[in-house]
């Protein structure tokens, strides 16, 4: 068994130790500065990452309008959950876990993206008074979701990095939405696969 963390592990293993430590005294913060906070707030969407108890992985996609992810300050950020499949896979790790990884990424104009990691809490809509939102954000709130959000996420920073554009697609945005059913369903033919198993048992 090795000591110190993986990253360490790794490093001194294939000789990245320089690199490594350049990459974490120049690129890694703490906290969101301001360019960081401005980069969240331009954004439609994100990949959300947690595991629980047992280290057991999940990953997850959010989207909603531009700025949905709200940043109340360079220590702590807020996004909404909206109605979904009701398996609640993503909270139910929080509940055991709370550590989370969230991964913006331009995809349409600089192709960077950004890692925020920390620690997440499950907020009620009617909690959210004891935050300390400004009232600019309260309304923002108020308009844009009105009754969509079900509830809410709130991370408090600990690691923010940079994720280059290197191997990073540049997308262009659809100007309008294809024809037919967009929302899923069971697009993977998932019932059809369950009863072929139960017929061939």
């Known amino acids: ?20 430590k350049a990459f974490y005294k120049n690129q890694m913060l703490s906290y969101l500065n301001e360019t960081m906070q401005e980069f969240i707030e331009a954004q439609e969407m994100m990949f959300v990452s947690t595991s629980d108890s047992n280290g057991k992985c999940d990953s997850s996609f959010r989207a909603g309008d531009t700025g949905f992810v709200r940043v109340i300050n360079e220590n702590m950020v807020m996004y909404p959950e909206y109605r979904g499949n009701g398996v609640m896979a993503s909270m139910g790790n929080m509940m055991e876990n709370p550590h989370i990884g969230l991964m913006f990424i331009d995809f ?10 920390g620690k997440a809490f499950i907020y009620e809509n009617k909690e959210l008074d004891t935050l300390q939102l400004t009232k600019k954000m309260r309304d923002d709130i108020r308009l844009k979701e009105g009754g969509k959000a079900e ?6 920073v600990e690691e923010a990095f940079i994720h280059c554009s290197k191997h990073v ?11 037919g059913n967009n929302k899923g369903g069971d697009f993977f033919k998932v019932k059809e696969s369950k009863k072929e198993v139960e017929f061939n048992r």
């Open 1 to 20: 068994m090795f000591k110190g963390s993986g990253e360490e592990f790794l490093q001194e293993k294939y000789k990245t130790e320089k690199r490594a």
């Open 108 to 117: 349409f104009h600089s192709r960077n993206g950004l890692h925020v990691n």
């Open 151 to 156: 509830r809410w996420i709130v991370i408090e």
């Open 169 to 179: 697609p540049k997308l262009q945005k659809a100007t309008k939405l294809h024809s």
